[in-house]
Structures are given as structure tokens and as C-alpha cells.
């Protein structure tokens, strides 16, 4: 089992005195820079002037010019995009760093696929909340906590590991517990559970069925419009995923666990197709092709964009959406 660590393993004392930096106040960002402060840190932002400075300000906090701002830490939480990350480190990170500096990140994927070299005086650590952000603030008001995944890169003062478990007890994660890592590890799951094919497949569940002379809005309703399963997931949650079928009935249950079995053939092809998802993410043929889509000004993922968007199951979904109140009806 995966290593495992709580409060009881950390120490704020490790991060007194040293100042916290948050690049990136969005979701994630604004949430546990107000958890870090919350839990006696020393918090300021570093923006540029828009948006996320007024919100920071609005909420209390010294907000600086990004440069400068990381100058000031000792500890810079990276929370902006992956796709712009490395221009604003090079930019406005790694210029004003020093010796013994913490660099942390929120996703593993610019680390893994060599996209940022952070120098090599500074500790480089992760702390990947798994939780939304607005999840990360309200448990942490709650008590319960949030799980992260932890993983310490480069350990140039001998400190890091400790400064990052008390930075996970300071964003409140440590209380529900922090699991030992490693950017590869995390850039894998986040990108495979993304590239799976999950909405395609969920609209092709919708497009059979009206194929078959089902409605698109029943076909809609049963899959995902109705909220039914967001009941499911929070009892996959709760309680695990085989534990919650005996929420089901038994004709369900039957479906689910006899009749949806692949055969030995289905399931021998559908692992293929899931590895070589998985070598495509971490041979880093994702991260070179993500890469150069970027520098061509996304062409595929603008024409896929609007091939979706054109897609007559999402406007059967907007005419129902309306319907149900969930849209104005301009």
C-alpha cells in the first residue's frame, strides 16, 4: 500500500517564520492561500493586474508583482495552468529564486516531461490536492480535510520533505491524508483518467439509444442529466465502488456485474487500448504533441471544439436544459 502521512506526521514549526507565495489565485489558489493563512502561515500573492490581483486583494492579501512577489518567499506555490507554466517560470520565477527556495507544484506534468528545470539550489516538491478547489476551502472549514498526492523531486536543503508535510497540514490535506507519489505517477492518473474517452463514450450510450427509438432526452436524463449520478458517486465515495451496488436492485445488480462483463476477447482489447493511453502519456508522446498544438495555435483542438459543440445530441441537451430551468432560454 501506498505510503500514507497525517498530522500527526507534520509540524508546522518546519514553515514558521518563512513566507508563502501563491502564483496563480484561481480556484485552487485562492483557496489555499486562505487555508494557509487560516492555519498561521504567512501568505502573499503574486499577480499581474486583473481579475485574481482584485480578488486577492479583496480578500486581505499583499499582492505583489509576480517577480517580485517570489523574491520575497521562501516558498512559491506554482498554481497557474500547465500549458503557461513554463513561460511564467522562466519569466518571472526562476530569475528570483534563491539558495534553499521551495518550488511547489499542483500537477506533475511540466517536471515529468522536462518542460521546467528548476535550479538546482532549491527544493522542488508536490502537493496535488485531489479536490476542486472550492472542496479544498469548504473541508477545510468543515475539519475533514482532502487527500493530495505528495512527492519530493529535489531535496537541496535536507528540509524538504518535512516543509512540504507541513505545507499540506497548512492547506489542511494532512487531516484526511497525503499520499506518497511522484510527479510521473501523477501526471499519469490525471492525464489517463482525462484521456479515457469518458464523454465520448457517454454520448455514444446516448446515441445508440435514440438509434434504437429512445428519446434523446430520456436517453440524456438516464445517463447524466438527471444528477442521478452524482448519488452514485458520492456512494462510490463513501462506500466503495463494488460495496455501493447493493444500493441497487437486484435486477440491477445483475446488469452491472453479469451481463455488462466484457468477454475475454472485449476485455483483452479494451486493456490494449487503455496501454497505450498510458505509453502515450509517459513515453511523453502527449506532452510533445500537446506541445506543438500549443505553438500552432491549437488548429485540431479548435476544430474538435466545434465539431462537439455542433453535435446534435448538444443541441437536443440545450433544448432540455432549457426545458428543465437549468438555461435562460436566450
Known amino acids: 500500500m501506498a505510503r500514507m502521512y497525517f498530522e500527526a506526521d507534520s509540524d508546522l514549526r518546519h514553515v514558521a517564520g518563512q513566507t508563502v507565495c501563491i502564483v496563480g489565485y484561481g480556484n485552487q489558489g485562492r483557496?489555499?492561500?486562505?487555508?494557509?493563512?487560516?492555519?498561521?502561515?504567512?501568505?502573499?500573492?503574486?499577480?499581474?493586474?486583473?481579475?485574481?490581483?482584485?480578488?486577492?486583494?479583496?480578500?486581505?492579501f499583499e499582492v505583489l508583482p509576480v517577480?517580485?512577489?517570489?523574491?520575497?518567499?521562501?516558498?512559491?506555490?506554482?498554481?497557474?495552468p500547465d500549458e503557461v507554466m513554463p513561460q511564467v517560470f522562466e519569466r518571472d520565477i526562476a530569475p528570483n529564486l534563491s539558495a534553499g527556495d521551495m518550488v511547489v507544484f499542483a500537477s506533475g506534468y511540466n517536471i515529468a516531461f522536462d518542460l521546467i528545470e528548476p535550479p538546482a539550489d532549491v527544493d522542488v516538491v508536490l502537493i496535488a490536492p485531489r479536490m476542486i478547489g472550492a472542496g479544498v476551502r469548504d473541508t477545510y472549514l468543515?475539519?475533514?480535510?482532502?487527500?493530495?498526492?505528495?512527492?519530493?523531486?529535489?531535496?537541496?536543503t535536507g528540509t524538504a520533505f518535512e516543509r512540504m508535510l507541513a505545507l499540506c497540514e497548512g492547506i489542511g490535506s494532512s487531516r484526511m491524508g497525503v499520499i506518497e507519489s511522484s510527479f510521473l505517477e501523477e501526471a499519469t492518473v490525471d492525464l489517463f483518467a482525462e484521456q479515457v474517452g469518458y464523454l465520448y463514450a457517454v454520448r455514444r450510450y446516448c446515441e445508440v439509444l435514440v438509434e434504437a427509438g429512445c428519446s434523446p432526452e430520456v436517453a440524456m436524463l438516464?445517463?447524466?442529466?438527471?444528477?442521478?449520478?452524482?448519488?452514485?458517486?458520492?456512494?462510490y465515495r463513501d462506500i466503495g465502488l463494488w460495496?455501493?451496488?447493493t444500493l441497487h436492485s437486484r435486477t440491477s445488480q445483475y446488469g452491472q456485474e453479469v451481463t455488462a462483463r466484457l468477454s475475454p476477447e472485449q476485455e483483452e482489447a479494451e486493456r490494449s487500448r487503455l496501454g497505450k493511453i498510458i505509453s502515450h502519456i509517459q513515453d511523453g508522446s502527449f506532452a510533445?504533441?500537446?506541445?506543438?498544438?500549443?505553438?500552432?495555435?491549437?488548429?485540431?483542438?479548435?476544430?474538435?471544439?466545434?465539431?462537439?459543440?455542433?453535435h446534435e445530441?448538444?443541441?437536443a441537451e440545450r433544448r432540455l436544459y432549457e426545458v428543465l430551468g437549468r438555461?435562460?432560454?436566450?
Open 243 to 245: 460495496d455501493q451496488i
Open 288 to 310: 510533445r504533441e500537446w506541445s506543438a498544438e500549443q505553438r500552432a495555435g491549437f488548429p485540431e483542438f479548435d476544430r474538435m471544439r466545434a465539431l462537439n459543440m455542433a
Open 142 to 156: 468543515s475539519g475533514e480535510g482532502f487527500p493530495s498526492l505528495i512527492a519530493v523531486h529535489r531535496d537541496a
Open 327 to 330: 438555461l435562460p432560454s436566450d
Open 222 to 235: 438516464e445517463f447524466y442529466a438527471s444528477g442521478e449520478g452524482i448519488e452514485t458517486a458520492k456512494a
Open 67 to 80: 517577480g517580485e512577489a517570489v523574491a520575497r518567499s521562501d516558498v512559491t506555490f506554482l498554481l497557474v
Open 31 to 60: 483557496s489555499q492561500a486562505l487555508n494557509m493563512r487560516d492555519s498561521g502561515l504567512s501568505v502573499i500573492v503574486g499577480s499581474r493586474r486583473d481579475e485574481s490581483y482584485e480578488a486577492a486583494r479583496q480578500d486581505g
Open 313 to 315: 445530441m448538444r443541441a
